[in-house]
């Protein structure tokens, strides 16, 4: 090959490698000119628990999104400058908030949106409910002067057990003991003879019981007193049974549990169609708006959070049929602030009746969300 076509080919080489570099350098500025980047951000309400599956927009634009189960949320293709973003979902208040969004930045930001205030009036729950706080009362009184070992109804949840032995392995003093054809007993420190057991105050048939028949689902608290001197008098029966000890088993009612679901984006979409085609209504669609009778979904205070003195919030969303039921497989869990709350507002539903809607005279079926409130402090009007 001669000098001169070498030196042609270099020179070809070296303008095609100019060539292609100019065209990175103008592909990276026009990405850096365009003008766009990402917003993130959670969505919540007016007391800051997170409120999951929202529509989240900027304004005038196509670019949108909806929000996840945790209310967060992300917009691509922003431009840069003063943005408008809108939050909306059913059953609260469209809210606008202006923001600045600076070049090469990523903010994360926070949108607040408010209940509608034509919702159904809060559910106030001040203190722990009564239904069974007198057979329980000895119960809660005892455990709070520290003789004894007490297992509470939210430490068997937290243990995540099926057998009731399981859950005595980690008392001071207890020793499990098989029995013959199965089953499981125990025995406390220095007794030559069972314990006796106890059940909502009433003594079990004298002699070994196993305990394995007890089913958890079922026991709301028990207590272990290791020796007769530890006995309080409500578990001295006069013949001498509780020599060896006493073991109280404290049962709760059957109260059935619906599912309060988290569900998918779809769902709400969903709704949303139920309502266009006017299968369903809302409340501002209605003459009569449906309503819950007062007294039927009274949730319990979940006995640590009000020892640690926490107030909460929980906005459950659902549906009531034209014949005044639940439909429950609408329930969904709008926002809350602790999932005890959470819980306790679920097994209150199970007991909750309603009115019917009305519109023109005839029952209709009608979403609304239902607000439940924990306060201890009776004189607060609101959270």
């Avoid at 992300?74 to 923001?99: E, H, K, M, N, Y």
């Avoid at 930045?105 to 159904?120: H, M, V």
């Avoid at 689902?217 to 006069?238: N, Q």
């Avoid at 060896?244 to 969903?270: F, L, M, N, Q």
């Amino acid at each position: 090959m001669s000098t001169r076509v070498a030196t042609a080919l270099r020179k070809m080489l070296l303008a095609t490698t100019a060539a292609i570099a100019l065209i990175g350098f103008i592909a990276v500025d026009a990405a850096a000119q365009s003008g766009r980047g990402t917003i993130r951000g959670v969505v919540r309400d007016s007391t800051g628990a997170v409120v999951p599956f929202a529509d989240v927009g900027v304004v005038n634009t196509e670019i949108r999104t909806t929000a996840d189960a945790n209310g967060r949320f992300r917009l691509t293709g922003v431009a840069f400058g003063q943005v408008d973003l809108r939050a909306r979902r059913l059953g609260f208040t469209p809210s606008v908030a202006t923001i600045v969004f600076p070049e090469n930045s990523e903010p994360d930001i926070e949108l607040r949106i408010t209940p509608a205030p034509d919702y159904l009036p809060t559910v106030r729950v001040s203190e722990p409910r009564q239904v069974y706080d007198a057979r329980l009362s000895g119960f809660k009184e005892r455990s709070k002067k520290g003789v004894g070992h007490f297992v509470t109804r939210e430490r068997l949840e937290r243990l995540h057990s099926y057998r009731f032995t399981d859950v005595l392995r980690e008392v001071p003093g207890v020793k499990l003991v098989g029995l013959r054809g199965g089953g499981m007993s125990l025995s406390l420190r220095g007794a030559r003879c069972p314990p006796l057991v106890f059940v909502d105050g009433m003594p079990a048939n004298a002699g070994v019981v196993d305990l394995d028949m007890f089913d958890l689902a079922s026991v709301e608290g028990i207590e272990i007193y290791p020796g007769l001197s530890s006995v309080p008098p409500e578990f001295v029966t006069g013949r001498g049974g509780e020599r060896c000890g006493v073991v109280a088993i404290w049962s709760r009612p059957y109260r059935p549990k619906p599912p309060v679901e988290v569900a998918a984006t779809t769902r709400t979409k969903e709704l949303e169609n139920l309502v266009s085609t006017m299968s369903v209504f809302t409340i501002d669609q209605v003459d009569t708006p449906a309503s819950l009778i007062a007294g039927t979904a009274s949730p319990e205070y979940p006995d640590s959070l009000r020892q640690e003195g926490v107030h909460g919030r929980v906005v459950i969303e659902l549906i009531v049929n034209a014949d005044g039921t639940l439909d429950h497989e609408s329930v969904f869990l709008v926002s809350s602030t602790h999932p005890l709350f959470t819980g306790a507002v679920q097994q209150a539903l199970a007991t909750a009746k309603f009115r019917s809607a009305r519109l023109k005279s005839r029952p209709v079926r009608q979403v609304l969300q239902l607000p439940f409130t924990f306060r201890l402090d009776k004189s607060a009007s609101n959270l």
